[in-house]
């Protein structure tokens, strides 16, 4: 009996890290909302870091993020750690829709998104992104 005592060499799969689910629209839209966003979660913290990825080179470092409390999981401080930097966290329960989301820059200024529920089905997250950019 011959006794095999190599291993196959493991398959290298690159890394590639999720990106946000966002649509943008054009510059000026007044009283629209700049674009939509569609997270997998309804944990700002970790969601925010995908948002940023594509955020940060686009409109500069976000630094301030508003949100109604009302869908989202928050912890007890209004600041998170986002792609190590902090980011500051305001919640506004009566003056904001809780499907909206208030992003600001200090470089570049602030943008509305509309924010597409986690749970809503591909066909119509899709429907909604294509109407609000």
């Known amino acids: 009996m011959i006794l095999n005592t190599t291993r196959p060499r493991p398959q290298v799969v690159p890394f590639r890290p999720r990106t ?28 925010l ?8 080179p686009l409109w500069g470092r976000l630094t301030h993020v508003a949100v109604n409390p009302r869908h ?6 209004g600041v998170v750690v986002v792609n190590d930097h902090e ?14 989301i208030l992003l600001q820059s200090y470089t570049a200024g602030s943008w509305d998104l509309l924010v597409v529920p986690p ?3 591909a066909s119509s997250a899709a429907r909604l992104m294509a109407a609000a950019g």
Request: proline content about 8%.
């Open 20 to 47: 946000a689910r966002l649509v943008l629209g054009p510059a000026s839209r007044f009283g629209r909302p700049d674009g939509a966003w569609w997270p997998r979660t309804r944990d700002l913290a970790r969601e």
């Open 72 to 77: 989202w999981r928050l912890g007890p401080r």
């Open 87 to 100: 980011v500051v966290v305001d919640r506004f329960a009566e003056a904001l829709d809780p499907h909206r």
């Open 49 to 56: 870091g995908e948002l940023a990825d594509v955020i940060d």
């Open 119 to 121: 749970l809503t089905s």
